[in-house]
């Protein structure tokens, strides 16, 4: 961007829940602007204007990523339209932050990426635990040996949910199921640490009527560590997440995605640490977009084109391994 000191016009595709949550982290930053919003119920989307206070709203997609004075779009819709609508916003000249997973498999994120470096345009996966203060901790600490050499990581992500048929959550058509949805979280944990695993075992309990999997478990296996991670709509779990080496253990409290600090525990000592979210937490990869766009930079460093392309690379390799394709595929 040529003027550093301009405000960052938004616009965000599809208003549903995690779009409200984002919506709000963004009313709380100095340098960012709100401008449009987009559903396809008219309804819909002038509520939200009025609720978020944005200047603009949109019953077309296509209509608020053609309009010239946005910089960025957040995507917040179904995954099966994840790249469709990130294509097309970047060939519209609009940078993209876009809702995880990215994509529903390797090929559509490959396509994605590939538009990004055509285009020139910034386009970064939302995976905001990995900008959330307490994880930039526990990557530093781990870094310079707090625990030791990492052996064993633990980590789940559950709750029963109540969503219709229909919903996102379970629809194969929107590439519904639990591994996409929440099983990318401890997936990401693990990658994030310990990098792509040697061996993936996955096992997975599937809904009857729609198929998607309700609950799936996976083993991820390295050389010199083991990762055992579970995700699930079936029932609510503990949503801790656990770290452990040879010289001590973190472990992050439910929900461990969203951390508000952490404890490590060393030589029979708990130290505490307390490193609150700026907002609800969406607010630091918002940051985090901000100035790779004012640097000119198309990804980030801290969670680049190659870190999204290798996890759901991960991801689609669990899903082969419990048989579970998604009807476009």
């Given at each position: ?28 930053l ?55 609508w ?15 997973p ?9 396509e ?19 900008f ?7 990557k ?16 789940d ?14 629809n ?12 990318i ?14 061996e ?6 599937f ?5 998607c ?16 991670l579970y ?43 307390d ?55």
């Open positions: 961007m040529k003027d550093q000191s301009k405000k960052i016009k938004w616009g965000i595709i599809g208003c549903g829940n995690i779009a409200h949550k984002f919506a709000s982290d963004l009313s709380i100095q340098d960012t602007e709100l401008f449009a919003v987009a559903s396809r119920s008219e309804e819909k989307a002038k509520e939200f204007q009025l609720k978020h206070k944005a200047t603009k709203s949109y019953s077309d997609y296509n209509q608020l990523i053609e309009d010239k004075d946005i910089d960025i779009v957040y995507i917040a819709t179904p995954h099966s339209s994840h790249a469709e990130s294509i097309k916003a970047m060939e519209q000249n609009k940078h993209v932050l876009c809702e995880k990215l994509a529903i498999n390797k090929k559509e994120t490959s994605i990426l590939e538009t990004s470096k055509r285009t020139n345009r910034f386009f970064m996966e939302a995976l905001w635990t990995r959330n203060p307490s994880f930039v901790e526990i530093k600490l781990i870094r310079e040996g707090a625990i030791g050499e990492i052996k064993y990581i633990n980590a992500f559950s709750f029963k949910t109540d969503k219709p048929l229909n919903s996102r959550v379970l194969l058509q929107l590439g519904g199921g639990a591994i996409l949805d929440i099983g979280y401890p997936a990401f944990l693990t990658y994030t640490l310990l990098g792509i695993p040697n993936i075992l996955a096992k997975s309990i809904h009857k009527v729609t198929k999997d309700m609950q799936t478990s996976m083993i991820f296996h390295y050389p010199n560590a083991q990762a055992v995700s699930s709509f079936a029932s609510k779990s503990d949503m801790t997440a656990k770290i452990s080496g040879t010289e001590g253990q973190i472990i992050i409290p439910d929900p461990w995605h969203v951390p508000q600090g952490f404890t490590l525990v060393k030589n029979d000592q708990k130290k505490t640490f490193l609150p979210t700026t907002g609800i937490g969406f607010s630091h990869e918002i940051i985090e977009c901000h100035q790779c766009i004012r640097e000119n930079n198309i990804e980030s460093k801290i969670w680049s084109h190659q870190n999204s392309l290798d996890l759901i690379t991960i991801l689609e390799k669990v899903r082969k391994q419990v048989g579970l394709n998604y009807p476009q595929e």
